[in-house]
Nanobody, 125 residues
Framework: QVQLVESGGGLVQAGGSLRLSCAAS????????MGWFRQAPGKEREFVAA????????YYADSVKGRFAISRDNAKNTVSLQMNSLKPEDTAIYYC??????????????????WGQGTQVTVSS
């Protein structure tokens, strides 16, 4: 089992920045990929960014490319999402996810095995 706890959400004006963090515990040695997803009211959960745990390969959704940056700290078992130039359409609950099955970066909900409880990000116009 892997437990994930997100932090860092909040309210920010358009154009501002936020940094989300996700702390992993439990069988963290089994984690191959960490990802961030988000879900806005009335919409499906969508992929935001992911990073391979060992090699640091990253992948981003087109909607956040150039604005968001995912990073990891293996020693602290944390993954972060730096969000810059935020837009009202970035408003959502952001979820951290861990993938233990396989090494390929996944961009879909079913590709991940463990999820955090989510943290709210609200961007005002």
């Amino acid at each position: 089992q892997v437990q994930l706890v997100e932090s860092g959400g909040g309210l920010v004006q358009a154009g501002g920045s936020l940094r989300l963090s996700c702390a992993a515990s439990g069988r963290t040695f089994s984690v191959n990929v960490m990802g961030w997803f988000r879900q806005a009211p009335g919409k499906e959960r969508e992929f935001v960014a992911a990073i391979s745990w060992s090699g640091g390969r990253t992948y981003y959704a087109d909607s956040v490319k150039g604005r968001f940056a995912i990073s990891r700290d293996n020693a602290k078992n944390t993954v972060s999402l730096q969000m810059n130039s935020l837009k009202p359409e970035d408003t959502a609950i952001y979820y951290c996810a861990a993938k233990v099955r396989g090494y390929a970066i996944a961009t879909y909900y079913g590709g991940y095995d463990y999820w955090g409880q989510g943290t709210q990000v609200t961007v005002s116009s």
